[in-house]
Nanobody, 120 residues
């Protein structure tokens, strides 16, 4: 019901755009969040967007570099990543839930994850 795509290998300083297509019950969710999990680390919050108003919020480490947007007609949320750093390397997950929040437990539906690797 959430299909993430767009991951790949990119050099430091480069850009990448991830997509998350929603279908089924996830379409009525209020919030779409992005999280990431680096090898050996906990899954961490990246940012979220409110479906209706488009309000966004980001964790400090990606502010000014990452942008979340949505295309309501396509039921798709995007994560535009610029000025990528090796420490951004992780599996990125999109998630849908009833309210915008930075806690992963607040999200009901999860995509399968897409790997982003940033080389130095």
């Amino acid at each position: 019901q959430l299909q993430a795509s767009g991951g790949g290998l990119v050099q430091a300083g480069g850009s990448l755009r991830l997509s998350c297509a929603a279908s089924g019950r996830t379409v009525s969710s209020i919030a779409m969040g992005w999280f990431r999990q680096a090898p050996g680390k906990e899954r961490e919050f990246v940012g979220f967007i409110n479906w209706s108003g488009g309000n966004t919020y980001y964790t400090d480490s990606v502010k000014g570099r990452f942008t979340i947007s949505r295309d309501s007609a396509k039921n798709t949320v995007y994560l535009q990543m610029t000025s990528l750093k090796p420490e951004d390397t992780a599996v990125y997950y999109c998630a849908a839930g009833p309210r915008t929040h930075y806690t992963k437990n607040e999200y009901t539906f999860w995509g399968q994850g897409t790997l982003v690797t940033v080389s130095s």
